[in-house]
């Protein structure tokens, strides 16, 4: 039989067991994306900031790949998460004791499995919207559709053009990936419809991504499985240099010290490892 009659497409799918946290860091450029190109459709910018003039959560903000991004376009961002990666506060999304502080936008990349759990509690709570980076495979589905998009279809579905690369547990770089993503946004003032809008993200890795990213995320690059970081990975000897933090990032782009190109990080991180 050819192997390829039986495949099962393992390549598009993001497979998790029931109690994985899922975790999936998000390419900066690609939230950048979102703020640039999807949120202007509903919010304005304040010109004397240059930002929008609101508060934003990411509930599931992991290392900060996301929150960090958004700051860049909002005053005000929370982070939380239910593990400690390091960055943010730690907190239960959905706990039902969970306290959590009513905010203009509630933004992240959810797990997979828990996506309408995560959906349908921001929405309770966000006082103006909600913006949810999902798998294409999230909008299929008759258990979600009933529960979710039947019930509450979307504002709008706002799809990239290009891959988004995401990896388990670190952002890689130079990340390949056959997953489709996408984003799912509810706007409260918007009046619903039956059948929501679709619109196309252009192109922007190149354009978004910025030299001091690795710097601030912690970016790696795509290792071959021989190389000794990978080997110590496997052998379960896992390490990784501390990330460096706002005031670092901004000391090392004064002193003009940052690499310039993806080529001058990769040259750069081969030389640590």
Request: glycine fraction near 6%; proline fraction near 10%; hydrophobic fraction near 45%.
């Amino acid at each position: 039989m050819n192997a390829r009659t039986s495949s099962t497409a393992v390549m598009a799918r993001r497979v998790e067991s029931a109690d994985s946290l899922d975790y999936f860091p998000t390419p900066p450029w690609s939230t950048r994306a979102f703020c640039t190109y999807v949120l202007p459709r509903f919010e304005l910018l304040d010109p004397a900031t240059g930002l929008f003039p609101l508060m934003a959560i990411d509930p599931a903000c992991g290392e900060g790949h996301m929150a960090l991004a958004l700051r860049e376009f909002f005053p005000v961002v929370t982070a939380t998460d239910i593990f400690d990666y390091g960055f943010g506060g730690v907190a239960d999304f959905l706990h039902p004791d969970h306290a959590q502080a009513p905010r203009d936008w509630i933004i992240t990349n959810p797990p997979f499995n828990l996506g309408p759990d995560f959906i349908l509690h921001a929405l309770d709570i966000a006082r103006r919207g909600v913006a949810m980076l999902v798998r294409i495979a999230f909008l299929e589905g008759e258990g979600r559709y009933a529960r979710l998009f039947k019930r509450t279809p979307p504002s709008l579905i706002a799809q990239y053009v290009e891959r988004v690369p995401m990896h388990r547990g670190r952002w890689v770089i130079d990340g390949k990936s056959a997953t489709a993503y996408c984003w799912l946004v509810w706007h409260k003032p918007t009046p619903r419809a039956p059948d929501p809008p679709f619109m196309w993200i252009p192109k922007s890795r190149v354009a978004l991504s910025r030299p001091d990213d690795w710097l601030r995320f912690g970016g790696c690059m795509d290792l071959p499985k021989t190389h000794r970081a990978m080997v110590l990975a496997e052998q379960g000897k896992k390490y990784r240099e501390p990330v460096l933090t706002l005031a670092q990032v901004r000391a090392e782009a004064a002193a003009k010290r940052y690499p310039a190109s993806i080529g001058d990080i990769a040259r750069e991180l081969g030389a640590l490892l």
